[in-house]
């Protein structure tokens, strides 16, 4: 198994530029989610899905679109980037046995 | 919903114990886990502990929890070069949405 995986690692925006970042599990969990990390603040938690066709709102969920059509993959769409928005963004999957959380990798976002 | 503290950051020597604590406000927290980042990495589940018991051990790591504090400490014992990374700890409410809070992260430094 892949675990989590996101692309891309890294990515530089200018004000006002639109991108997705992807995000795809192979362990076929129903629960996924999307965090930001920024120093001295933890994650906090942006969308979370519990299943494909279901998503809602998390923490600071305010700039950022995102949608599940499918079990495997849970896109983070940001549709006018702000420089507030530069961070290291993690997707996670939830597994069912303890609810642990499997993390990918992490996108490095710089808006400029 | 879930509110979780820890102190910032952490420096012990060699071979010596590190003690890494957190304080959580939500009693209902079925799990409690521990993480941790190296640089550039993604989060890695290091160990949990279920709300109905007071000490887990897992090789080198000792997780005691302290119910009635609100309390939970990670024990690294004869910390290594290696262990310097931050260490998350994180509860899951019993709530329907069973979100994951985490804390802002402890940086552990382990001195040669």
């Known amino acids: 198994n892949a675990g989590v995986t996101q692309t891309p690692k890294f990515q530089v925006l200018k004000t006002g530029q639109s991108m997705t970042l992807q995000c795809a599990q192979d362990?076929?969990?129903?629960?996924m989610s999307w965090y930001r990390q920024d120093p001295g603040m933890g994650l906090r938690l942006i969308h979370y899905?519990?299943?494909?066709?279901?998503?809602d709102q998390g923490e600071v969920p305010n700039g950022y679109n995102v949608s599940r059509s499918t079990t495997e993959d849970f896109p983070l769409r940001l549709l006018s980037a702000a420089p507030s928005q530069t961070s290291v963004y993690f997707c996670?999957?939830?597994?069912?046995?303890?609810?642990?959380?499997?993390f990918g990798p992490g996108t490095r976002l710089t808006v400029l | 919903g879930e509110d979780v503290e820890q102190s910032l950051f952490l420096s012990v020597r060699e071979g010596d114990s590190s003690v890494i604590n957190c304080t959580y406000t939500?009693?209902?927290?079925?799990?409690l886990y521990w993480y941790k980042q190296e640089p550039g990495a993604g989060l890695q589940l290091l160990t949990y502990?279920?709300?109905?018991?007071d000490m887990k051990q897992d090789q080198r790591l000792t997780v005691l929890l302290n119910k009635k504090d609100k309390h939970l400490s990670l024990r690294i014992a004869d910390t290594q070069t290696g262990d310097s990374a931050i260490y998350f700890c994180?509860?899951?409410?019993?709530?329907?949405?069973?979100?994951?809070?985490f804390g802002s992260g402890t940086q552990l430094t382990v001195l040669p």
């Open positions: 996670a999957s939830r597994g069912l046995l303890y609810n642990e959380q499997f």
């Open positions: 939500d009693s209902s927290s079925t799990y």
């Open positions: 502990i279920f709300s109905n018991m």
């Open positions: 362990m076929n969990h129903e629960y």
């Open positions: 994180a509860g899951i409410s019993s709530g329907s949405a069973r979100q994951l809070t």
């Open positions: 899905s519990v299943g494909a066709g279901i998503t």
